[in-house]
């Protein structure tokens, strides 16, 4: 419970000894420590709720406050319950003695009854109650018996009633005490909660009826206080309600006070309305109420007192600290503080992924940078103890027995180990093959001439089979580098994206919103994360046009005038429900676009070919063109050539940098299994802002581009994919234009009929031939002109064929007025 007076009161402390901090004087936090042992630690605070909470009453008879609020810090606090409900007690005793005997009593029967049956944990909220309820109910019919002798039916009605408000009190003050005993710094209190604490601040307040100063009543000053705390910090719907729940308690205790509610609930109506102001706006609100209210309820002749209790109110709210309200309403959905506090929250959990992302991102860097690093120094002293050990076995087999051996590796060392160095460097690029000139000199100067070149022939073997093992395991972790560097690169990006947020454009909002409102479009809400030139990002929310298509055919257009660039509808959700809100997603179009036209035969009319391809926007600006040719034909050729692509579009979709994509795709095709089955990959990587391609060809055959009359062709040359675990991918660039057409195709087609010499000189001639650019017709003519040339379809055949163009919008560009346009 301690944690309950801690978070009421810490704040009012903190932001009154703020000044203090600022000056710089050494004895406030130690003031600020004193203050806190007193009142949380040891529970003062407490004590004087339970004493104001003692002395309230209901119609003047009824105190069904006490004994929940024990109740309350019983379950939740139970150290400091004593102090409670000798605060409790003391309060009860100012009203009568009967009144702190029955709660004596109360409190004593609700200890008893939680001594005979514990109640459970999962349901020791409501058994309390209900102790509360049979306490309080058997404590007022003792008193009633005593007093009286007797029980009438409208003693026990009231005994009921004050019984059962105690149960409903119980539920509420638990339900209280814990939202304040925790520290909540991004939750936001449902509106029951809310309804909840000013309950239990009423009835605080309920204990000071009857507290006059200066002739102005303390109840009055501390609700309509209330009132204008809650009306700025949550606005007309808190500080109305705040303002009924007050005045409905407060009447309860005094029928005198009925009027209260209304002039509390218009009040707080008012000053929410006005909260715009501030301070200021929010107490005119109150004294608006109170002039109004004060001639309906009491006429003229109690309006000045009425007056000043509510000035006396708004000097209390002057004075206090912007920290408290500040807190409050960061509890309270829809203010600005709660959606700052939210907003910044999730900036800290947003910051915290993208950290996290760029950690494991550096890592996989440090892994690449560590499989990449190679020691110069260190690869030169390994390779000449290899020398060593390799001339250590040939010595082995062939000097040790021989009676020249001192003269050679004693005296003449430099001599021996130079030759028989030489000897197997010769060897070796010689394909084992020693020049006679060197047999002939090695043989003047070893007795043991054929032995020695024999066993460094035989030693040359398994030399040589270490060294291309050497070089896969340095190619693989090679491998293994790029694709940890590729990974970091992709991680990398996903943390920026991560950090994406939106930026403040609030004047390009409002020319924007102008714009479209003048035009007669309701927009909701608009979000602008980015208007850089090409990577135009907003996101707004519109009414349901009804399929009436407003956002492509109006908003977009209009955009792309007032943006200076053409604006499409990037993505589009609309509502499910009448009345509801659509969002829409515009960002900058592309300047060129593609169109795609595919033709294709398997071998001898079959169904299944061993050809596959493949188009896919990557959502990045770029589109991917591939063709994969799988080894043979039928069945098994096909898995082949699908499984690459799939492969590989799964890398491309990554985000994986298209070299380093398709030799991980080589290294899984080569690595999965021993049978000889390759497959060629032919890709094609466009660029669709500024149209420029790579081209990326693995045993491939030449792709042409048809620009006009001139065609270009584009070739690189490798061996298939699956073959050897790594191997240099070619890449060839070229700027595409508007119009031209880039036509791919398989082996099976650029091999021509066999009676044709050149077949690349005929296949340009027949595609310069053709007068349509239509991709599609373009595929089929080609397709149909080589199989009727060949008289038969004796390969699978694949021709994919792709024409850029501008991108021209749907629907032109609205103009509004040059004022509204962009600087």
């Known amino acids: 419970m301690a944690r309950v007076e801690r978070n009421l009161v810490e704040p009012i402390v903190n932001a009154r000894l703020q000044g203090g901090r600022a000056a710089g004087v050494n004895w406030i936090p130690a003031i600020q420590m004193k203050l806190e042992d007193i009142f949380f630690k040891r529970g003062l605070f407490l004590a004087l709720i339970g004493f104001l909470l003692g002395r309230a009453l209901i119609l003047s008879q009824l105190s069904p406050f006490g004994l929940p609020f024990f109740a309350a810090v019983f379950l939740m606090r139970r150290e400091h319950a004593p102090l409670a409900l000798l605060g409790l007690l003391v309060g009860a005793f100012t009203n009568s003695i009967v009144s702190g005997v029955t709660l004596f009593a109360a409190a004593f029967i609700l200890l008893l009854l939680n001594k005979i049956k514990t109640p459970a944990i999962e349901s020791h909220f409501k058994t309390m109650a209900v102790y509360v309820l049979l306490s309080l109910g058997l404590a007022d019919l003792a008193r009633q018996y005593i007093m009286f002798r007797s029980v009438n039916i409208y003693s026990g009605m009231m005994i009921a009633v004050e019984a059962g408000l105690a149960l409903i009190l119980t539920l509420i003050f638990i339900q209280c005490i814990p939202l304040m005993t925790v520290r909540i710094k991004s939750q936001a209190l449902k509106t029951e909660e809310i309804v909840s604490v000013i309950i239990l601040l009423a009835s605080v307040m309920t204990g000071t009826i009857g507290w006059v100063a200066y002739g102005l009543s303390i109840e009055h000053i501390l609700s309509r206080y209330l009132v204008l705390l809650f009306g700025l910090a949550g606005g007309a719907a808190i500080g109305s309600t705040v303002g009924v729940v007050t005045g409905l308690i407060f009447s309860l205790a005094s029928v005198t006070s009925m009027y209260q509610m209304s002039l509390l609930a218009f009040s707080g109506l008012l000053g929410g309305l006005l909260k715009e102001g501030k301070k200021i706006g929010v107490s005119i609100g109150l004294v608006i109420a109170t002039l109004l209210m004060g001639l309906y309820g009491e006429g003229t002749n109690n309006i000045m007192i009425t007056v000043y209790e509510s000035f006396a109110a708004i000097l209390l709210f002057a004075l206090t600290p912007t920290a408290l309200l500040g807190r409050i309403a960061k509890h309270i959905p829809g203010t600005v ?8 929250y999730m900036r800290k959990v947003r910051d915290v992924t993208a950290q996290r992302v760029s950690q494991f991102s550096h890592v996989f860097g440090a892994l690449s940078e560590s499989f990449s690093h190679i020691d110069e120094s260190s690869k030169a002293e390994e390779d000449e ?26 005296s003449n060392f430099h001599t021996t180990y130079d030759s028989m160095q030489e000897i197997m460097h010769e060897l070796n690029d010689n394909d084992g093959q020693l020049s006679s000139q060197t047999t002939k000199e090695w043989g003047k100067y070893c007795t043991r001439s054929p032995q020695v070149i024999a066993a460094i022939s035989q030693e040359l073997n398994f030399f040589q089979a270490n060294q291309r093992l ?9 491998l293994v580098a790029d694709q940890l560097r590729g990974v970091s690169a992709v991680m990398e990006d996903f943390a920026k994206e991560i950090r994406r947020e939106r930026q403040n454009h609030h004047q390009q909002e409002e020319v924007i919103l102008e714009a479209l ?9 608009i979000d602008i994360y980015s208007l850089e030139q090409g990577g135009v990002d907003i996101e707004m929310s519109i009414p349901d046009c009804q399929g009436r298509g407003e956002c492509e055919k109006l908003i977009a257009p209009m955009l792309s005038d007032i943006l200076g660039e053409t604006i499409i509808v990037h993505s589009e959700q609309c509502t499910t429900f009448p009345g509801g809100q659509c969002v829409v997603v515009l960002r900058s179009a592309k300047k060129f676009t593609v169109e795609t036209g595919v033709s294709h035969a398997a071998k001898g009319g079959g169904l299944v ?7 896919m926007d990557l959502g990045i600006g770029k589109y991917a063109v591939a063709i994969s040719d799988g080894m043979g034909n039928g069945e098994r ?45 032919d890709l094609a990587m466009i660029d669709l802002q500024d149209a420029k391609a790579k081209f990326l060809k693995v045993c491939s055959i030449p792709s042409f581009i048809k620009r006009g009359e001139k065609i270009i062709k584009i070739e690189s040359s490798s061996l298939p994919m699956g073959i050897i675990p790594e191997f240099e991918v070619d890449v060839v660039s070229e700027d595409l ?3 031209d057409l880039l036509i791919m195709m398989s082996d099976g087609v650029f091999e021509g009929p066999t009676h044709i010499e050149n077949v690349e000189f005929w296949l340009k001639r027949k595609i310069k031939e053709f007068e349509t650019e239509d991709p599609q017709e373009v595929a089929d003519l080609i397709l149909e002109e080589v199989i009727r040339v060949k008289g038969m379809i004796d390969d699978d055949m694949t021709i994919v064929v792709t024409k850029i163009m501008h991108n021209t919008p749907k629907w032109a560009s609205i103009p509004v007025q040059p004022k509204r346009k962009r600087a």
């Open 337 to 344: 503080e709660h959606t700052n506090e939210q907003q910044q």
């Open 637 to 681: 050729a096909h898995l082949e050539s699908t499984e690459t692509l799939s492969l590989l579009q799964k890398f491309l979709m990554s985000g994986i940098e298209e070299k380093i994509a398709i030799k991980s795709v080589n290294s899984v095709l080569s690595l999965r299994t021993t049978d000889e089955i390759f497959s060629t990959l």
């Open 517 to 525: 409102e003048n035009f007669g479009l309701q927009i909701g809400n």
């Open 737 to 739: 234009k508007a119009g």
């Open 470 to 478: 050497k070089r896969q395991v340095h190619e693989s972790r090679k």
């Open 385 to 410: 103890k290899e020398l060593d050990y390799f001339l250590s076995n040939v010595t082995e087999k062939t000097c040790q027995m021989c009676f020249k051996k001192e003269q050679c590796w004693t």
């Open 609 to 615: 070919s061993g050809d596959s391809f493949t188009t």
